[in-house]
């Protein structure tokens, strides 16, 4: 996105196009090892558990997690909501809440990917146990900075993420663009796995 400068009665005013800056931590590149996993032992979408709470900062999140089990319905199919009204996937509510997903991306091939996600509110992301996202504040809906993530084949690679919405609109988007392509897209649900209870 290119922002452009506007004249207003002898201010400058900044423009923006509609795809928001992208924000939060620079992640340095990372390379991943693609898992082991046999095809009958996975089910479509990514395991999500849910909890109610007011929350600031992923770390807040994170610490509630690791104490208290959360709500685990239906998992998410394709993570490619954004919502005005603050309501994503199964949370039933549309403000103070939170999610975390566990599951695999299936990557179709090698080489080096870019890899980024539109959230509102704060985001972290691992890939294989590595940080890949980091945007963990309140914020509006906006792309996080891309990181390269380096595939040695085509493959599962694990992922887990912490995400909260605290009020308004709400957005939770994965994004990739893979070797040799023009520009960033939202990941397909048919690349989110996760293993069978």
Same mark, same amino acid.
């Given at each position: 996105m290119i922002?452009?400068?506007?004249? /207003?009665?002898?201010? /400058?005013?900044?423009?923006?196009?509609?795809?928001?800056? /992208?924000?939060?931590?620079?992640?340095?590149?990372?390379?991943?090892?693609?898992?082991?996993? /046999?095809?009958?032992?996975?089910?479509?979408?990514?395991?999500?558990?849910?909890?109610?709470?007011?929350?600031?900062?992923?770390d807040a999140f994170v610490k509630v997690a690791e104490k208290k089990q959360g709500w685990t319905p239906a998992p998410i199919a394709a993570l490619d909501k954004?919502?005005?009204?603050?309501?994503?996937?199964?949370?039933?509510?549309?403000?103070n809440y939170a999610i975390k997903g566990t599951g695999f991306v299936r990557f179709p091939k090698e080489g080096e990917w870019k890899v980024a996600m539109k959230s509102n509110d704060g985001i972290r992301v691992f890939l294989d146990g590595k940080l890949a996202i980091e945007d963990p504040a309140v914020h509006g809906d906006r792309m996080s900075k891309p990181i390269s993530v380096t595939v040695p084949a085509a493959g599962l690679v694990p992922m887990e993420f912490f995400y909260f919405q605290k009020?308004?609109?709400?957005?939770?988007?994965?994004?990739?663009?893979?070797?040799?392509?023009?520009?960033?897209?939202?990941?397909?649900g048919t690349a989110l796995l996760h293993q069978k209870p």
């Open positions: 922002p452009r400068t506007l004249a /207003a009665g002898g201010l /400058a005013l900044l423009a923006l196009t509609d795809t928001a800056l /992208a924000q939060g931590k620079s992640i340095e590149p990372i390379s991943v090892t693609t898992a082991s996993v /046999a095809e009958d032992k996975l089910t479509p979408g990514i395991r999500a558990s849910y909890w109610y709470a007011e929350f600031e900062h992923v954004c919502d005005a009204n603050g309501k994503l996937y199964e949370a039933g509510v549309i403000e009020k308004g609109s709400a957005c939770l988007q994965l994004h990739w663009q893979g070797p040799g392509e023009a520009a960033m897209s939202i990941v397909p």
